[in-house]
């Protein structure tokens, strides 16, 4: 299985849970995402998720100049978007926590 | 959804790499079905990340290696922003607007585009200046090369400096991306602005080539002309220059060079020599554009028009009175004197009303009376 399938049903978690850590700017989303392990992650479905969730009113965005670049347009999750991030997560883990189940049924069979 | 602020991304890598505007303009390509204001945003975002990637990996950085194809990336981010895409144009109009977005990536053009994206700068200051002009307009003075290079404001061109100087910091705030114009409504704003500033910049190119003041000829006063005299409206005559350029005033010396106060002039059949259709019908005199005439008045107050040198202001922009133009002769100059055969002069039969402020006599123009040596008119 692709890691690129299974992201595409998580990105929207990763990134929401990036940007409760600490708010970000497009490039910055990525590499943290990156950092955590996520190399596969494509930089358009990045820009294209945080357009998505900014959209739906789970992300407000700001702008930072920047001495060395252009100005930053940085996210920041809203109190919707935390509820978000909550429940997602709350899925996350039953939904693992099933996989494991059911995967450790095949290896002990 | 919660908006604190937003701004587009301004390109800081200038000139950017022909390759990278190419794949913007391709990337603008694929997503021409998407909503014009989320594809912007979402260019905006890439023109960042670019900006970003050119930073940190250097100037050739492999974009198609590093995003992937144009077409795909376009994809990608439709596909991840959850957009739905209009159907493209089809027929004769689609196929132009590809080829103009084709003939918009190529290099060429690319390059065309970027060598014009140095001038912005330029631009943005001739915006600020454009609509500095605009407001001088509307704060009703004019603009004109005398007030060069800053326009007045509230009739004082301190504030007119001022104005200026927060209009060009404004624009250039503006067209650098460091003020927050992303929403619908500023962005219309500043279109709408622009277009007004190259309006202003129209009006200060006419003033300034043309002459709209008639600017009083001191610097002719001594000078040999050929006077000639042409027909006003209502059937008077007066004075004007070859090419019917207006004389504006008369100063008359004597042989001595010594100038010449309150002098009634009149023509060789004793019509008074008037230089400018003194009456406008409601007892004013009519003056043109940028200059006025303070026409001294006879016991039963009527006009004299021809009592020389006439006493005149020249107007600034807010009406208000600039400059006298009176006295013409330097310190220590003197006009030459002229010798003249004597001869007979006309004697105009005509009644010389009295000066109720002068201390000399009228008199009547006589062909042994002292003649002005010189003469000449500003």
Not at chain 1, 32 to 53: F, K, N, P
Request: charged share 20%; aromatic share 8%; proline share 7%.
């Amino acid at each position: 299985m692709e890691i690129t399938q299974l992201l595409r049903g998580v990105l929207d978690l990763a990134v929401l849970a990036v940007l409760e850590e600490a708010d970000a700017y497009g490039y910055d989303v990525l590499r943290r995402l990156r950092e955590g392990g996520l190399e596969e992650v494509g930089d358009a479905s990045v820009y294209g998720t945080l357009r998505r969730l900014y959209r739906a009113g789970a992300l407000s965005s700001y702008v930072v100049p920047s001495d060395s670049g252009p100005n930053r347009k940085y996210y920041a999750l809203t109190d919707s978007g935390k509820d978000q991030l909550e429940h997602s997560r709350k899925v996350w883990d039953t939904f693992t926590d099933h996989m494991s189940g059911i995967l450790e049924m095949g290896t002990t069979r | 959804m919660v908006t604190k602020t937003t701004a587009p991304a301004a390109p800081t890598i200038d000139p950017w790499p022909p390759a990278a505007t190419s794949y913007i303009l391709a990337v603008e390509q694929a997503l021409g079905g998407v909503d014009a204001e989320e594809r912007q945003d979402l260019l905006d975002d890439l023109r960042t990340h670019i900006d970003a990637l050119l930073e940190e990996e250097g100037d050739t950085v492999d974009l198609a290696d590093r995003l992937g194809a144009p077409d795909d990336y376009a994809a990608e981010l439709v596909d991840s922003a959850g957009l739905s895409t209009q159907p493209t144009r089809r027929g004769l109009l689609g196929s132009l607007h590809q080829r103009r977005q084709s003939l918009a990536a190529s290099p060429r053009m690319v390059a065309a585009g970027q060598w014009l994206r140095q001038l912005r700068p330029a631009w943005w200051v001739a915006r600020g200046y454009g609509l500095a002009v605009v407001a001088s307009i509307l704060d009703g003075g004019w603009v004109g090369k005398d007030e060069f290079p800053v326009p007045q404001v509230l009739g004082n061109s301190l504030t007119g400096l001022v104005v200026t100087a927060g209009l060009i910091y404004a624009s250039v705030e503006v067209g650098a991306g460091r003020m927050d114009t992303s929403a619908r409504g500023r962005g219309l704003a500043v279109r709408i602005l622009s277009v007004v500033a190259v309006f202003g910049l129209l009006v200060q190119a006419v003033s300034g080539s043309n002459d709209f003041y008639p600017e009083p000829l001191d610097g002719g006063v001594y000078g040999e002309l050929d006077l000639a005299l042409s027909q006003l409206e209502g059937g008077q005559r007066a004075l004007t220059l070859p090419g019917l350029d207006p004389v504006t005033n008369i100063y008359a010396f004597d042989t001595d060079g010594n100038p010449l106060q309150d002098v009634l002039l009149y023509d060789g059949v004793g019509n008074p020599l008037v230089l400018q259709d003194v009456t406008d019908g409601f007892g004013y005199p009519f003056d043109r554009f940028g200059l006025e005439t303070d026409y001294r008045r006879d016991a039963d107050g009527n006009l004299i028009p021809n009592l020389y040198p006439l006493t005149q202001y020249r107007t600034s922009q807010t009406g208000e009175l600039a400059f006298d133009g009176a006295p013409p002769p330097p310190e220590g100059e003197q006009v030459p004197s002229v010798s003249r055969e004597g001869r007979t002069r006309p004697v105009p039969e005509v009644f010389i009303p009295p000066l109720e402020d002068s201390e000399s006599e009228p008199t009547t123009p006589s062909a042994g009376g002292p003649q002005a040596g010189g003469s000449g008119e500003q």
